[in-house]
């Protein structure tokens, strides 16, 4: 289960005074993520998501979560993730199918609960992500980049704060009152990136977009 703070900031100016507030850094890198799903929406009916994510174009992940509960800011959710050779993740962006040939037990897993052969690219986002060490907990600090849509004709940009964390409360209580001190405005998260992606998309309802 994984269990983590989500912080959102209100725009650029709170994102740069956070990075400022928490300094130095430990690293900053770019996530590019990618999520597919059936043509029917199998996976996503499951209420699981399937993501392959990228790490600075050198390291490739493949995610299998859980619909995350969020609540005051703390979400919760199952997680499994296996590693995948960076050939054959680039490839499956193209060809989505050939991620079934992935020699990950998670997806031979969730392919023999759910029953699928095939599979689709839902589309993609991009996370800068600046990582810190504050009080012996790790801080994610992301700027999100979603591409125009359909939807919504402009490219939209989101600022948040993730901290995972086996304490929430009790850690989110000392992080919101260190954001209160250096006067960062923040609030409460409402949803995941996903989440924003597939409302973006038009994937599923606002109302349903938490995962």
Known sequence: MEVEIKLALPDKAAHAKVLEAFAPEREHFVQQNYFFDTKDARIGAARRSLRVRFYDDNKAVLTIKGRQEMKNGIGRATEVESDLPLPLARRAVQEPNVLLTADSEHLRTLQKEIGFEELVCLGTFKTNRHVFDWEGHMVEVDETIYSPTQAY????????????????????????????????????????????????????????SKI
């Open 153 to 208: 004709p402009t490219e939209d940009t989101f600022y948040e704060i993730e901290l995972e964390t086996e304490e929430p409360e009790k850690v989110k209580e000392a992080l919101t009152a260190f954001l209160k001190q250096k006067d960062i405005p923040f609030s409460d998260g409402l949803s995941t990136k996903f989440g924003r992606f597939r409302k973006r998309a038009k994937i599923v309802e606002a109302e349903d």
